[in-house]
């Protein structure tokens, strides 16, 4: 291993673009952060505009660099990003439209359409996905629906990561672990599902070549280098869809254990050694994918969990601190004064398939003051991921809790892990890595450059450590009642009058 060779992993996220520099063991030597260029035309809308997306990279990158002594120490770079957003670009690479994001719900036709037209089960046994109005066949749908010139000129489609990686290096191709993400690989032959796409009328030729997580790409372009300071001789590899990134990072790779990612989004990520084939994991919404290391994973989660912290801070005025709110909180008992929270900001979340929910304030008095909405806040995300865990186990016989590891800008919030922890009534062990996305990017640049002789190897050689929120025993008590007998029936009683609220806007909009 070349000791003083340096790893960049780039993070396209949510909320920020990371651009970090990793010694072979896993340590941060350079870092630089920058918010992700996302502009919010309308309610339900969000998108990217390609070439803020690539500016605001090389910000990151050239604010990177400039922290190191000598750059030329770099040997390679690869890319993380949320799994659904892509940009189209014509022949000659420049871009037909603007990039979708991930979280854009105008997509809700789309989604509905292939239910209708191709059937939810079928789409799922072909590739391991629910049909979600976010993944990127519905955005490519929308596109040609909605924008059709723009589709006509379209000659290539680049995930976030992959874009990032072609404005690197020239080289446009795509991975395994990006791909799970669009209703558009068979997820049993690891390839393009080209008979889906002729079915729905998509030009499977706008795709790009479908390469293993770490494959060597090409070097720096001279002018990526001259924009961004990387050294035009470090090699652009494949990367992963974010949340895979990050438990190759921390070694979640082996059943029983369970990675929990908390950012913006939250992912419950459990690896697996097969493709689970019952068309009702679908039906709760759970996906599956190919993961950066080899093997499956089955994937739920929250599409809001940090992001609920945020929506709350900007809701109640002024966006109070952190620690004033944690205080507050932790002067309220478990159970929020019978205030419950269910976290459908966006949408709702696995094992419910619902685009059409709402998140929702259940039990509010008028005893019920800042704090104890905030608390109700972090158990509702509590329950929610709790939610999600339990009820999948059992489409996994013989598979059981061994483990959970946390990471992500949400461990910072201590009331948070410790009443996640008394949900779950088991240790979360929280790891030092806050960039573990970025770090499982720059292993894959590693491998594709040879730093590591393989995965296991790349595994081996991180170096972190650890700490641990322990249950209470009478809060994990009480929030296994409550979970059961309340928060359990909060989404069933609340389905219908947020799908009549849905019904209600679409017909004022359409009046």
Aim: a negative charge; charged letters at 15%; glycine letters at 10%.
């Amino acid at each position: 291993m070349a000791g003083d060779a340096l790893l960049v992993g780039i993070d396209f996220g949510t909320s920020h673009i990371k651009a970090i520099a990793f010694t072979p063991d896993g340590q941060i030597a350079a870092k630089a952060s920058v918010p992700t260029p996302t502009i919010y035309p309308q309610p339900g809308w969000a998108y990217y505009e390609p070439a803020a997306m690539w500016a605001q990279t090389v910000a990151a990158l050239c604010q990177m660099t400039a922290q190191i002594d000598d750059p030329r120490r770099i040997v390679s770079v690869a890319v993380a990003s949320v799994g659904e957003t892509g940009v189209p670009l014509d022949a000659a690479g420049q871009p037909t439209y603007d990039a979708i994001a991930w979280f854009d719900t105008r997509t809700k036709p789309q989604a509905e359409r292939l239910r209708r037209e191709l059937g939810a089960d079928p789409i799922f046994l072909r590739t391991g996905l629910s049909v979600q109005p976010i993944y990127t066949l519905c955005k490519i749908l929308w596109l040609k629906e909605n924008a059709p010139d723009a589709y006509a000129r379209t000659a290539t489609w680049l995930n976030a990561a992959d874009y990032i990686a072609w404005r690197l290096c020239g080289v446009p191709a795509s991975e395994y672990s990006l791909a799970s993400r669009t209703i558009m690989l068979d997820i049993n032959g690891l390839r393009w599902e080209k008979d889906l796409l002729a079915e729905v009328g998509v030009d499977a030729g706008i795709l790009p070549p479908l390469l293993a997580s770490g494959t060597g790409l090409g070097a720096v372009l001279p002018g990526a280098a001259a924009q961004t300071g990387l050294p035009a001789g470090a090699i652009v590899t494949t990367g992963g869809h974010d949340h895979v990134c990050g438990a190759f990072a921390l070694g979640v790779t082996e059943p029983g254990s369970v990675l929990d990612s908390l950012g913006s989004a939250e992912a419950l990520f459990l690896a697996t050694d097969q493709v689970l084939s019952d068309p009702a994991v679908g039906h709760c919404g759970y996906s599956q994918g190919v993961h950066v290391s080899g093997g499956y994973y089955v994937l739920g989660g929250l599409y809001t969990s940090s992001a609920c912290v945020e929506w709350f801070r900007e809701a109640v005025g002024n966006k109070p601190d952190y620690a004033v709110l944690a205080a507050e909180a932790e002067a309220v008992p478990p159970g929020s004064l019978g205030v419950v929270f269910l976290p459908h900001l966006r949408m709702a979340n696995a094992p419910h398939d619902d685009p059409l929910s709402r998140a929702t304030f259940a039990g509010v008095t008028f005893d019920a003051k800042r704090g104890a909405l905030y608390r109700a806040v972090l158990e509702g995300i509590a329950y929610e991921a709790h939610n999600s865990l339990e009820t999948l186990l059992p489409y996994l016989p013989g598979t059981h809790i061994e483990r959970i590891v946390a990471t992500g800008g949400g461990t910072r919030n201590d009331l948070l892990m410790r009443i996640k922890a008394s949900v779950y009534n088991q240790p979360l062990r929280i790891v030092s890595i806050d960039e573990a996305t970025a770090l499982g990017a720059a292993m894959l640049g590693g491998l594709g450059a040879g730093i590591y002789a393989d995965v296991p190897a790349a595994v081996d050689a991180i170096r972190y450590t650890t700490r641990t929120a322990e249950p209470v025993s009478a809060d994990a008590a009480f929030y296994a009642r409550a979970f059961q007998s309340v928060y359990r029936r909060i989404y069933p009683s609340v389905r219908e009058v947020h799908h009549a609220i849905a019904a209600l806007h679409t017909a004022e909009g359409s009046a």
